[in-house]
């Protein structure tokens, strides 16, 4: 994510368009080093609200005769600062670079085990003048310059005592990158709910984890076991646990309540955001529905019976819980606001609702973003994402993002 002079870490400068609060909207605190910051309601007014346009201004993808059409998914998808855009299509194991009004322009990679080859891509990052695509299935970290280049590949591989590499979520100034990794699973583990464990980790330049900053509570999944079988799948009304990197600190946040901290590489927390609000109680209709719906879904895959089954009865040994989880995810905007998606069910296709705070953590208000629509970089006049159209084909749009007056 790129660096930019506004810094959630800034906690003593104020955004451009900080307006004085109700002092009763949120109470700042610093307490043996660590900045606290409980928020109460927000402060955005119907003049000072931000809002989406109504029309994207750029849309990558089209009919299959169309040169910007993409297989999809798509892993990645943001905008470089000369105005390109750089996506990272799975479908088509390859990155693709496009005008910046979407006009193709260069595509690198396909499946394979080579250099610049890609057996699957889960994760693409902007790290500087670089992009770096992640494999987990090879382990390698490929990284390419802004023309498309292959610079290097790193393999990434685990620590001491554990089995499972990590994956990058960052890179330090030093070269060293930030990786996190989570519960590995094994053949002939009981089926039923778990709650995963997550590591943040620091890479050696050989791509070894060699140092662990901290230790979290990971997500919730459903286990599915039987005797030739293992499945992991997110816990419905689960919660998730995430963790990104901005400007030098671990963002985290698992969703046990409303609450998203900032850790130094030390593993020492330093900023924590908070919202003091009510729980949705999980209505135990909407609870059976989703649940039924995951069933059904198995159900209408074309999966052996005997795997099916095992899903089944993974299923009824779930308890949901009795409330919905405060949030589902996080994401770092380029001029440091943090948003905060409400919760969702997974798969969900409707619009979203993301609460947005300054970056010195003071919860200005709600923003919607539409139905199908996935941010992976929000710029301060535009944010840039994945729409899965009604067919479930991936597009890139932007739209732009019109801050409310005074802003």
């Known amino acids: 994510m790129r660096r930019t002079t506004a810094s959630l870490l800034a906690v003593l400068s104020l955004a451009a368009c900080e307006k004085k609060q109700p002092s009763d909207a949120v109470t700042v605190s610093d307490s043996a080093g660590v900045h606290i910051v409980a928020n109460r309601e927000p402060v955005w007014t119907a003049a000072t609200a931000w809002r989406l346009g109504a029309q994207p201004t750029l849309q990558i993808g089209g009919g299959v005769a169309d040169t910007s059409t993409l297989v999809g998914p798509v892993t990645g998808a943001f905008r470089l600062r000369d105005g390109r855009v750089v996506v990272a299509d799975r479908g088509a194991h390859a990155i693709r670079w496009f005008t910046s009004d979407g006009k193709p322009l260069l595509r690198q990679g396909r499946e394979g085990e080579g250099p610049g080859e890609f057996r699957w891509m889960s994760r693409m990052l902007e790290v500087d003048d670089s992009i770096a695509v992640f494999d987990p299935q090879l382990h390698r970290l490929s990284v390419f310059d802004n023309n498309g280049n292959l610079g290097r590949t790193i393999t990434m591989a685990a620590a001491a005592g554990t089995t499972i590499p990590p994956e990058p979520i960052g890179r330090m100034s030093t070269g060293r990158w930030i990786a996190t990794s989570t519960s590995v699973h094994a053949l002939g583990e009981p089926s039923g709910p778990s709650r995963d464990s997550a590591w943040a980790w620091i890479t050696g330049s050989d791509g070894t984890a060699d140092t662990l900053i901290a230790a979290f509570a990971g997500s919730d999944v459903l286990i599915a076991s039987g005797e030739h079988f293992m499945g992991v799948l997110p816990a419905p009304f689960g919660r998730t646990t995430t963790m990104r990197v901005h400007d030098g600190a671990i963002w985290v946040g698992t969703a046990d309540s409303y609450r998203i901290d900032a850790l130094d590489l030390q593993g020492r927390l330093i900023t924590s955001v908070r919202l003091d609000e009510r729980l949705?109680?999980?209505?135990?209709?909407?609870?059976?529905?989703?649940?039924?719906?995951?069933?059904?879904?198995?159900?209408?895959?074309?999966?052996?019976?005997?795997?099916?089954?095992?899903?089944?009865?993974?299923?009824?040994?779930?308890?949901?819980?009795?409330?919905?989880?405060?949030?589902?995810?996080?994401?770092?905007?380029?001029?440091?606001?943090?948003?905060?998606?409400?919760?969702?069910?997974?798969?969900?296709?409707?619009?979203?609702?993301?609460?947005?705070?300054?970056?010195?953590?003071?919860?200005?208000?709600?923003?919607?973003?539409?139905?199908?629509?996935?941010?992976?970089?929000?710029?301060?006049?535009?944010?840039?994402?994945?729409?899965?159209?009604p067919d479930g084909i991936d597009h890139v749009v932007a739209y732009p993002l019109l801050r409310g007056a005074g802003s």
């Open 280 to 389: 949705t109680i999980l209505d135990p209709d909407r609870g059976a529905a989703v649940v039924d719906s995951v069933r059904k879904g198995f159900s209408a895959r074309n999966i052996a019976a005997m795997i099916a089954q095992t899903y089944d009865e993974a299923l009824d040994k779930l308890k949901l819980p009795e409330f919905e989880p405060p949030y589902s995810t996080f994401r770092i905007a380029d001029d440091s606001t943090l948003w905060v998606e409400k919760f969702v069910t997974e798969g969900h296709t409707g619009a979203t609702k993301w609460d947005v705070f300054l970056p010195d953590g003071r919860l200005q208000g709600t923003i919607t973003l539409p139905p199908g629509f996935t941010p992976t970089q929000i710029g301060h006049q535009e944010i840039l994402g994945v729409w899965k159209d």
